[in-house]
């Protein structure tokens, strides 16, 4: 399992957005680059594959929907 997101794929990355006279936080997320970006499932590590731009992993399951 891939430390750096704990097995998720993604990594949380808030945005800040102005509103009105001030600025706001919008949660975000963004690919792990330890494991999604490099084309590696997040939970055992082995190689995915990428369907209609979701990714999954044919060797143990995981899928990000």
Do not use: F, S
Request: hydrophobic content about 25%.
């Amino acid at each position: 399992m891939c430390n750096t997101c704990g097995g998720t794929g993604y990594i949380e990355a808030d945005t800040i957005v102005p509103y009105g006279d001030t600025w706001v936080r919008r949660p975000g997320r963004e690919a792990c680059p330890d494991c999604l970006e490099q084309d590696l499932c997040p939970r055992c590590g082995e190689g995915i594959e990428w369907a209609r731009n979701t990714p999954h992993c044919p060797a143990c399951g995981w899928r990000d929907d």
